[in-house]
């Protein structure tokens, strides 16, 4: 007797767990039935297409932003190699001086502002050579040689990524260079002027107190005037048209 009562005991017990059971599964059922969870299989595929075409699109972009990268480091390197070879070209037919053989522009990668969601960052020097040694010109060069090797730089860069510009302007190009090199900067430029004659937008426009710059680079056979401001005798400046013979074609 003792044994049923004890049964009867976890029948009461298992039915009672039943019944909530059947409660929690109602209302579950009633949940399911909800605009919450309705369709929630296909709404559940849908997502899961969802985030495996965007992973997929992840490693694709992954790949492209690589194959990008590598195209730019080498796009980079070329134009790093013409850069310098026109600074060399340029250096060596202008700079008059023994110390220094040519000047070159290196650069090292940034690692603490480059990554992989950012830009990559880039140190630029110049560096002055002479034999096989190399130092930065940065502290170590006359002003002089710092003025040439900027205005050289800037006709390098000029060259190489802009082709298609037509004016060329330089702003007191001889200041603190001697007379050796100022005439072989007007040599230099003449040169390029030249070579750039067939380009009919091209236009040289040099700022200059110079006078001797000036005839220098008017001695070239294609130059045949040139453009000089002065005062006149009422204290106004005006244009004036100069030929390169010296003589004043217009105002």
Known sequence: MKRLEEYRKQKATCEGMQTGYEREIQRFQKDLEGSLFKDAESKHRKKLIEIKTTELANDDLDKYYKALDRAIMKFHSIKMAEINKIVKEYWTNTYKGSDIDTIEIRSDEDPENSSITSRRSYNYKVV??????????????SAGQKVLASLIIRLALAETFCLNCGVLTLDEPTTNLDEENIESLAHQLASIVQTRNPQKNFQLVVITHDEHFVDLLSQADFVEYYYRVAK????????????TSGVELNP
């Open 128 to 141: 002055m050579i002479k034999g096989d040694v190399a130092l930065d010109m940065r502290g170590r060069c």
């Open 232 to 243: 006149d005798e009422r204290g106004i400046s005006r244009i004036y048209k100069q030929s």
